[in-house]
């Protein structure tokens, strides 16, 4: 299969999942490994070999009497959901801009790949018109990727830093 | 000494000023309210005489006098709105050369992205601030400073400065000043929710150097072209022979 006949399986299994009473489904087949679950709105991830995107579906929350009639306790699913989501957080540009490494042009980058880094710890800033926007990570982890050179444009929503949650 | 009560008395905003910090000295008023956690009210202003290290874009110095001009910050976080935030930007500059219209009748102009001018020479000049965490900008500061009453300007400048006092020939009430922009400000950020078209083009009609040929300085690069219009965002257009480019920021100057 190539990427965009796995995505098309993936969708099928999701519309199956979604219609019947099943509320968390494991496939593994080869190269292709991915699990459905529809008790909590946590979000799925996928994996698809070769492809380094990843594809993060959202399901809508469904009705409580489907998981009545599961069976399977909610809690438990949502946190083994939780445990298979990446561990890879995004952080993402609130602004158009020029994003920038460091405070000023000859100071040391906020931070760099390896870097352990707090919720609150100031990763760059996204200069617009004179507002200099400091934006700091919300998560606990540690820098695996700067995904944007200094001083280039940034769109509203691109991802710049790649963190692994603690 | 800047009088309380005369700022109050003409004060007529619901939130703006109303929790006013009033201090002899802060290295940066911008720096002070955006990193002091324990100032949580939306529309906080924090004036202070003096600033020890008063900043503009790049790390530039911001001189003025004690207790002659106005150097201050507002503090806005509650319902930032991402998108909107560059029209908040130029909105300030917008205030500024209204009140400033307003009081004493002078010739004001706006060079973008938010320098005030009265006689092509630098009356204000405002950064902001911000942090965001997440997808969420969780606080901005506004920082303005005002050359209200300095009777000179000496060393070097990027622009040359003025003050009101330069150009009005009289000493004017900075508390006076201070409510005007304050009241003129908060009716601006209502209509940057409403009617943003419209704060974008009354920005637009004091904005001398759209239609001109024009540098533009931004990062190490320098740029020649039309200065073509600003778009929704508050980014400059510029019209190049082969193309049209969204600058995001830098020093635009007549070519």
Redo the contacts between chains.
Sequence with gaps: MDNNQKLDFIKKIIKVVEKSEITELSYQEGEIKLKVSKNSPVTQQFSLPGNPQFHHVSLPSHQPETRNESGSQPIDAKDSAAEKTSDLHEIKSPIVGTFYRSPAPDADPYVQIGDTVASGTVLCIVEAMKLMNEIESDINGKIVKILVENATAVEYNQPLFLIKKD | MFNIEEFDIKLDTDYLGRNFVYVEEVDSTNKFLLQTKEYQENGTVLLAENQTDGRG???RTWLSNKEQNLTFSILLNEGIN??L??II??ASSLAVAQSIENLYQLHVELK???DVLINKKKTAG????????????ER?VIGIGLNVNQPNFTGKYNIPPTSIRLEFKKVVSRERLLSELLNNLEELFTAVEHAPDKVLNDWKNRCKLIGEKIKIIS?EETKFGIFEDIDE???LILKTQSTKEKI??GDVSLR
């Design positions: 874009r790049l790390n991402p998108s935030i560059n930007n130029l973008w992205p938010n405002i950064l902001l601030e911000s942090s965001s965490k997440g997808n969420k900008i901005v990062g965002n508050g980014f995001h920021f």
